[in-house]
């Protein structure tokens, strides 16, 4: 178009005012599309609060429902629970903890909330490795472990779980777990599936809120054997596709901020609902660069979710969910 068409201030016209601005937005983002995670943990006496993640704690059985409480208030009604139980296994895992909690969530409040649950063995095992470790210690037994997650799907499932979202990236669990569910009438049970989640730096902060790092002496020191490459995109596109035709409803891209394009290109090659996880590590920088007075939290934390549904997202997971309100004015 040529410069007579827009005049002197050309298309700095729409960008002059706010009501400008406003009226000429592409992508919303509103507190219904947050998620805002969880944790529970057993045996501690009082709410813990976690390094880097601001306004978000290591809840107690009865810390966790007052603040849940705090966050419908807060126009919060969609969760993402991990349960951190107070004993650790190998080979025999209980999820009565998790179970419990959410057995007690449901009651309190019903449909008033959505409420998804993590599945992984993370929090569970001894190495704070995701699955079933070999005798040889080296790498993770997929058909044991997926046999593992599907018991804990289904046992999370029946405590009233209206989602359950599998975070291992072992193959074929989406499959086991869809016809767990199914086999014991649960069919309406949706699964949300981390179909995209990379071997990350950025998982940092999660790690000590779930007690879930890597550690002890066995061979295998961190996830790479399991979760995708940040090299592989294609990766991340097979095992999304896979995971759809095993039955997930929701498929997640994660960490959110370095893997953009990823969510764009998938978003529109899969046609179901796209979720994204703006994980520990991203949004404690956000937070750490705002205490040194280096950027404005708030506006940079909707400036990453605006990214997120600009890249295609229907739904964010996020630690600040609970902020919403008060962040979007
Ligand atoms: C694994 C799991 C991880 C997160 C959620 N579930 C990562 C990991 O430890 O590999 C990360 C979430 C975050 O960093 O906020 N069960």
Redesign the pocket.
Known sequence: MSESRFGSLGLRRLRQNAHLRELTREVRVGVEQLIQ?LFVVEGIAQRESIPGLTGVYRDTSATLLRQIEQDLEAGVKKFLL?GVPGTKGTTQFSHDFTASQIRGIKQRFGQDLFLSV?V?L??STEHGQ?GLLNPEGDHLENGRTVQELARQALQFAQAGADCVAP??MMDGRIGAIREALDGAGLDRTLILS?SA?FH?R??????VA?D??PKGAVTLKD?ASY?IDPARPKDALLSSLRDAEEGADLLMV??GMPYLDVLASLSQEIPLPWAV?E???E?AAIELMAEKGLISAREAHLEAWTAFVRAGAAMIIT?GARNARTWLG
Do not use: I, N
């Not at 950025?202 to 790690?207: A, D, E, L, Q, V």
């Open positions: 995670p991990f993590d992984c993370c929090s995701c975070s291992d981390y989640k990350s950025f998982y940092g902060p999660f790690r779930a879930s790092a996830r979760q994660k960490p996880y994980v520990s590590g949004y630690y």
